[in-house]
Nanobody
Framework: QVQLVESGGGLVQAGGSLRLSCAAS????????MGWFRQAPGKDREFVAA????????YYSDSVKGRLTISRDNAKNTVYLQMNSLKSEDTAVYFC????????????????????WGQGTRVTVSS
């Protein structure tokens, strides 16, 4: 069955770094666009970053551009989110998601473009 398993979350001080991983199985990972979303306490889930099937194209929300970097390793069926210069407002549960057969990365900011979702990993940034 399809699985997306996030890991790497935790508690970090403001200005610090974390790397999130999402291990995928049960679907054609190398043909799928992948994305990261987050949901802060009391807020809606929001788009963070997306990457196309080859890793050659990425897209970020304005709030994370220049600090967070999405990447993927198709040989390992894994997508990553490198998080640097973390701020308290980055505190949230982070979810990875897969969009199978997508073609336009600019459309990957919306949740309905994704077919599969992980359970999330919590990131807490202390100020």
């Amino acid at each position: 069955q399809v699985q997306l398993v996030e890991s790497g979350g935790g508690l970090v001080q403001a200005g610090g770094s974390l790397r999130l991983s999402c291990a995928a199985s049960g679907f054609d990972f190398s043909s799928s666009f992948m994305g990261w979303f987050r949901q802060a306490p009391g807020k809606d889930r929001e788009f963070v970053a997306a990457i196309n099937w080859s890793g050659g194209s990425t897209y970020y929300s304005d709030s994370v551009k220049g600090r967070l970097t999405i990447s993927r390793d198709n040989a390992k069926n894994t997508v990553y989110l490198q998080m640097n210069s973390l701020k308290s407002e980055d505190t949230a549960v982070y979810f990875c998601a897969a969009g199978v057969g997508r073609r336009n990365i600019a459309t990957m900011t919306t949740q309905y473009q994704y077919d599969y979702w992980g359970q999330g990993t919590r990131v807490t940034v202390s100020s």
